[in-house]
Structures are given as C-alpha cells and as structure tokens.
C-alpha cells in the first residue's frame, strides 16, 4: 500500500522575494502600446485603473522584489503550501515516472489565485483605493479578490462571465460569503456590456467582455481602481512564491523535475510554477522541459498569432504583444472557465518566442477523465482548469511508461473543484463533449487582429 | 493587521494510538442491549454486520490502541491538522478571548469524517469484506468512505438522506467521483425503505431511516458490511487524533483551553475534540469546560431523554442507552443534515450523565450569521455543522467581551462548506427559519419511546 509523500516546508521557508523573470530573460517582454500612439505606454497613464504599487512592478527588472510583509503575514494561513508526490497516481498508471504536484487548493479561495489578490488588495489599500472592479470566469479569482478586500477593507464588485455565473452559483455564493457584488456578463450596467448584448441578448460572455466591463467600472468611478487576475507581469510575479517553494521541496524530495507542467489560460499559474525553474536554467541550471497545456476549445499558445491585440473584446486597454486568437474570439463555454481567455500572458508568450517552452492542447473528455483517474488515487477533487495539467502530466507518465524512461514530472494543482461539481455531474451524465476548431475557423479570428508594431 | 497564528506539527506527530475514554471513565458507558432478550448483546452478533476489528474496538477498555500503520500512512496526506488562533475572529468579536480552532476540513472529504472512514475500510478490506454500505446525512460521512473505499479496493454504497440528496448535488458527485454509488433514502430498494414510503410517499428521510436501509441491505448481502459514520464507541475512538493533536498544539501555543467546543449530531466530531482533554482532566489535569453545540431542530442532549433506544428508525440495531428524542423522530430539514440524528453517542451521553460536559442548542438563523462573520475574519468557509461549535465558541467569545475575562476558547472547525454554498445561497435569500419545538411535540416524540433497561 504506497501512500503519497507530502513535502511541507516550515513557514518561514515563504518565498520573501517575488522572482522576476525579466532580470534574466535574453530579451525582454515587449512592453504594452497605446493603440493611440503606437508607441510604449506610459506608465502613469496607467495610473486610472492600476494602483501605483502595481504599475512599478510591472515595468521593474529587478530579479528580487521583496514581498510587504503584511501580505506575508497572511498567506502563513496556507503557505507553503504542500508538495505531494503521487505515488498512488503512480501506481494506477503503472508508470516508472516519478508524479509530484504543488498543491495550491489549500488556499482561502481554493486556488493559486490568492497570491496574487492579498498583494493586489493591500497595494490598493496602501493607495486610498476604496473600492475594486474585476471580472471572474470560473469564479477562482473573484472569490480569492472578494476575500483579499474583505481582509483589508475594500469593497469588490466582481463581472462574471455569465457562462460561469450560470454553471456555478456556488461561486457566486462563495464571493458573497467574503462580501463581493458579483454580476453576471454581459450586463446592462456598462457600455460594453450593453453593446454585446445589443448583438446578441443571449451572449454567454467571456472574460475578454468581463475585463471591458470592469476597466469600465474602475475608470467611470473615482476612487474605484481595477484588478485584473492573470496576463499582466505583476500578477505572473506574485504566482512565483509557487515555483520557489517547489524548488525548495523538490530538493527535499532529493529530486529535480524533467518536466513542469502548468494549465496555461490567461497564464498565471504556469508562470508561477515555471518561471522559477526557467530563471534556474537561464542561469546555467539544469534544462527543464517547460510544458504548458491549454484547452482546445481556446488555443491561443498553439493556433493563436503573436503579435499586438487588445486584452478586452472593447479594446480599452492597451496593446499587448502576445500570442492571441484576436481580442474578439468568444470560446465555447467549456468547463474550465479560468482558461477561456483569447490570448496568453505577454511573458510567457515571449519565454515561448524565445524557445524556452512548449505547448500542447488537450480536449475536454480527455481532461475529465484523467481529472476522475486523478480524484480516485490521489484523493485530491481537482478544478477543471487545474485537471488541464494533470491530464498533460499523465500523458508524460504514460509515455514513461510506454518507453520505460523514468522521468521526474512536475505540476501544478492550482485549485479544487469543490464548486465545480455541476461539471463532474454533467461528465458523468455524458453531457460534455469535445470542441475541434476547423482551420477556417481559427483564420477568421485571426484575420480580425489589429496589425501593428510598436514604433 | 493581526493575522491567524497556525501551528502545525510535523507529520510524525500524527497518534499513534487512539485515545478510549473508557479507560478513564469512573463508570463506563452501558453496553448495547439485544431488544430480543433484554440482555447485553453478545459482540459475535454483531459481526453480521459489522467487521471484527471495529467490535474489538466497540468493547475495547485499553486506554490506548494502536492505529495500524497503513491508516496512519494515508492519513499523512493531510494530518496532523492545522490548529489555528483565530486573532481576525477576535478583533472582529472585540473580545479579549483566546479563540482557538482545530481545522479539519483539509482532509480528502473535507471533514473529520475520513479519519474513521479510512480506519473502518481498513478493517473491513482485512477481513475479507467485498461491499460496505452506509448511511450518510449532509454527504460528509458518504464522501470520506467513499474515497476510503476506492483506496483500499472496496465498493460503496451510500444511502443518502433525501432532503440532503436534493439539497446537495454536489455532495453526490464527490462520492461518485471517488467511485460510490449514491440512493436517495427512503428508497425503494429495501423493506425499510419501502415501510416509510408507503406511510409518506414525499418522506424528506433522516438519518434514522438510512440507517436502517444500509444496515438491512448489509444483513441481506454476503461479503456485505455496514460502516456507522458517528454514534459507536469506536468512530467515536477513531476521531480522538482529533484532540490528541490538538493538546500538542495548544502546547505549542503556550495555552490551554479554558473551554473545548464541538457541534454535536451523532457525536463523533464533538468527542474526537473533547475526549481527549477530559481524559486529562479524569487523571487529574486541568479543569476544562466541555461543551456540546446542538441544532435546536434536533435537541437530543438538552431536550431528549436517557434511556435504551433503537438507533434507527426500523428498528434493527441493538438498544443503545443515549439521550434520545425516541428514534421515529424526524427532524426537520434543516441545512446541517450531518447532526439530524435522533440520539446521541452512547460515550457522549454517558459523560453528558456524568456531568463531566454540558450542551446548549443553536438556532440556525444565529449559525449562519456567525459563520459568514467568522468566513469574512478567517477566509475559511465551514460546513453548516461545523458552524454550530463556531456560533457556540462566538456566544462564549461575546460573553468574554462583556465580563472582560479573557479565556480560552477551543473549537473544533469540523469541516469546509464548499459543497454546501446552496445553504448560504438561500441564506443570503432570506429563505432560511429557525425552529421552535412546541414542548408537547418533543413530549409526544419521547412518549414513543421504548421503556427498558438492560438486565
């Protein structure tokens, strides 16, 4: 009977500095345009949505950046968080590979997306911010923001794509819990909203249209400022406590990875388990095979174009170059929410320019069955988004054992899926189904894709 | 900005024994009657149903039992629990208590129940047991034997009380996601389930009658046994890591409750907090207040009566002396299914006479305002059971903030909500009610009650 091994660091081994890949990419992330001007955005310009505390993260390049202590104090609840190796998952896939997992379900909200929320909040408390807007797909990073604010004293109105505001009233009612307003999008309450919905009354939305929303919201309101919970560097930066301690535990585990795995949406908890170990190698460590999966229903990484698009469907923010399936694709609504966004972070975007990575999709059926496989031997109910990497880790494993090569496999379980059985129910009803895009398809939301480059 | 304290031990902290209140206790707990004969009931019996390890340890009076190790290895996944100093609680509650919560949800379940569960699968996967069935009431019990089921290869069965089958969906696709089968109860399927049916077509059910389904389904079926998830002396025994660990951390602490806390249905979770701190206090320890939080729709301990009683509805189990409000009663539906059982433990009952504890009831209206207090201060989102040991450990808190005493305050946080956001939807709807039992209503429900004692 082999159980699994849980690697658990003591707290004061909290990752005290953000890693911030910059510092040791060959050639740096483009920096966003304004679609005005054509040329770099201005920082300050920014300064109408994001806090300031922000703003100066996302434009540094230094390696180290020290975490405030206050937002310490309060990830202690949970981090470090554990490191397992699946010895049981093993097992079932008669695997010689060696199957470890950074858990990050364990937090308040039950996702990695708590990292970032506690610094997002506290920036903007540091600032006078009395009130934040953002948007949610699946329900993850509105319910880790709902109680980051609630913990420093903000208010938070959450857009939630309506998609998963149908197909998850638990999330809703975990993001009033901790004292957020959530609303469903599209609504009637913004310009964006009511002109998605003049084209189209029963839009299901999409976080492209939640992100016009509240950018919106925040800059109509004074006072009011916007987070936004993936994509942009400073939130990638604060994910990277993730793959820190997972070096910290893996060296524990007297073992390195081959591979690290990571669900790659709008890309923040694959940085935040990779970057780290991308950093180690850009400093002469030991080559990793960086592997981000992503769903077919949304392959941005793999079918998308890199190039300059907007972040929302209402192009108002700024420009990022990034691979993208144009800032107008609205995906299926497949269970895995978190990971319906058009394009990918504009970091790993440029880690996967430069080589440094790799991408695969995977389909949904797939995804679920591996999730169940998982759920069975690990005793773990893993989020839809988060059962991406397991089902991409597994497939590694199976080919371990195809081979007989036994290759040290990492990844990332960013979340539970404990508010999100409805998509285990309609799986086990046999509703669910698989999305294969025709080529035709792809081209035409990429023929809609602003050209340009930055001056 | 004071943040919880957490203390965590290291996982070779994790009992080694299981602490048996009987080795303690001045005059042990009145054994089970055969309703046939009037006599204690021979434990041979019972091995009809039930497997020969957990009657061994149903009559055991050795102080400590050896957990055996391939339990312990599994529970190392998740324990030793965290205990945490709710400093957020007390700053929100002004009060100048020490409150103290022992956080059992991060186990696989989401509960304490997985620490019976998995030692129950053991026993009966050594004994050659094929099948088990189970009643469960809010759907913790059924999740955590489900997954300890589908660890050691058994297959599960799970009759789930109706009004918490319709109330939790969620519920039933974790048992089925860890490989469980999931009836609505009262079902068709059994004669017990029939007989009620037939008398109410529309029964919301209770746990009394899914008790009497499992056990009848178990009794019919060879290779077939029936696992209790509260009540008997050795679920009751197996939850003891509970406070075991709980003493090392309140150590760690510098502290020591002036008072221990738990929700009480059927017992188990209130005894795996409390049994262990009043073996301490039976070998001369500190004196520490025990007390017992019960749901005023189910009020066996303060409103019910001590004496012999069935412990489900048909009649089937043996006699077992309890405070009971008769076992043909059926509590209202209220939202936390898990303590809607008629009686209590027969360990629990017996302190309760002894006056070694005391209990007072909550109103549910009160439970889910102190649990969206205590979710918004802890970023932890409890299970509506758990929630009745917060409402009483607040109450307790309050009365600290009024005297100006400051004491200890220990509760045990049984398990997460998660999958029971639909309560607090419909809390937050204003759809929820307290009860009042009218005193002729809980008199005529004691009027059903057998008279006998054991001879």
Same mark, same amino acid.
């Given at each position: 009977m082999s159980s699994q091994i849980k690697y658990i660091l003591d707290e004061e081994k909290i990752p005290k500095y953000w890693y911030n890949i910059e510092a040791d990419l060959k050639k740096n992330t483009p920096p966003p345009i304004d679609p005005a001007t054509g040329a770099p955005m201005d920082p300050a310009k920014l300064e109408a949505i994001f806090s300031p505390g922000a703003i100066a993260l996302e434009v540094s390049r230094e390696r180290y950046i020290e975490i405030p202590e206050p937002v310490?104090?309060?990830?202690?609840?949970?981090? +470090?968080?554990?490191?397992? %190796?699946?010895?049981?998952l093993e097992k079932a896939l008669k695997t010689p590979a060696r199957i470890y997992y950074k858990y990050e379900g364990v937090s +308040?909200?039950?996702?990695? @997306?708590?990292?970032?929320?506690?610094? !997002?909040?506290?920036?903007? @408390?540091?600032?006078?911010?009395?009130?934040?807007?953002?948007?949610?797909?699946?329900?993850?990073?509105?319910?880790?923001?709902?109680?980051?604010?609630?913990?420093?004293?903000?208010?938070? @109105?959450?857009?939630?794509? %309506?998609?998963?505001?149908?197909?998850? +009233?638990?999330r809703k009612a975990m993001m009033e819990l901790f004292g957020a307003t959530t609303i469903p999008s599209p609504s009637p309450y913004t310009d964006a909203g009511r002109a998605v919905l003049a %084209?189209?009354?029963?839009?299901?939305?999409?976080?492209?249209?939640?992100?016009?929303?509240?950018?919106?919201?925040?800059?109509?309101? +004074?006072?009011?400022?916007?987070?936004?919970?993936?994509?942009?560097?400073?939130?990638?930066?604060?994910?990277?406590?993730?793959?820190q301690e997972a070096i910290l535990q893996m060296e524990m585990a007297g073992d390195y990875p081959d591979i690290v795995i990571g669900a790659c949406g709008g890309g923040s908890n694959f940085a935040g388990i990779s970057f780290p170990f991308i950093g180690?190698?850009?400093?002469g460590g030991r080559k990793v095979d960086i592997l981000g999966i992503e769903p077919a229903a949304c392959p941005s990484l793999t079918r998308g174009k890199y190039t300059y698009d907007f972040g929302d469907v209402a192009k108002m923010t700024p420009m990022m170059k990034m691979y993208t399936l144009g800032s107008s694709f609205i995906p299926p609504a497949?269970?895995?929410?978190?990971? =319906?966004?058009?394009?990918?972070?504009?970091?790993?975007?440029?880690?996967?320019?430069?080589?440094?990575?790799?991408?695969?999709?995977?389909? !949904?059926?797939?995804?679920? %069955?591996?999730?169940?496989?998982?759920? =069975?031997a690990e005793g773990i109910t893993p989020?839809? $988004?988060s059962s991406h990497a397991i089902s991409g880790a597994m497939d590694e494993a199976r080919k371990c054992a195809e081979t007989g090569e036994s290759k040290a496999i990492l990844f990332n379980l960013s979340g539970h899926g404990h508010l999100d059985m409805s998509a285990y129910l309609e799986y086990f009803a046999g509703k669910l189904k698989?999305? $294969?895009?025709?080529?035709? $398809?792809?081209?035409?939301?990429?023929?809609?894709?602003?050209?340009?480059?930055? @001056?």
């Open positions: 310490r104090e309060i990830m202690r609840q949970w981090r +470090p968080s554990p490191l397992y %190796r699946a010895r049981r +308040p909200s039950g996702s990695h @997306k708590t990292n970032s929320a506690l610094a !997002q909040a506290f920036e903007n @408390k540091r600032c006078g911010t009395k009130k934040i807007t953002t948007e949610t797909g699946a329900g993850q990073w509105g319910s880790a923001l709902a109680q980051a604010c609630e913990i420093f004293g903000l208010e938070c @109105k959450v857009y939630m794509v %309506r998609c998963s505001y149908d197909q998850k +009233p638990y %084209r189209d009354p029963e839009c299901r939305g999409s976080l492209g249209i939640a992100i016009s929303e509240a950018v919106e919201d925040a800059l109509k309101n +004074p006072d009011t400022k916007y987070c936004l919970g993936s994509v942009l560097n400073h939130v990638l930066l604060h994910q990277t406590v993730i793959g180690e190698m850009l400093r497949v269970h895995a929410g978190g990971l =319906r966004y058009h394009g990918m972070a504009p970091q790993i975007s440029n880690v996967m320019s430069q080589g440094l990575m790799r991408a695969r999709t995977v389909q !949904q059926l797939d995804v679920f %069955r591996d999730a169940v496989i998982f759920a =069975r989020a839809p $988004e698989n999305y $294969e895009y025709p080529e035709e $398809e792809i081209a035409m939301a990429l023929a809609g894709l602003p050209v340009c480059e930055a @001056k």
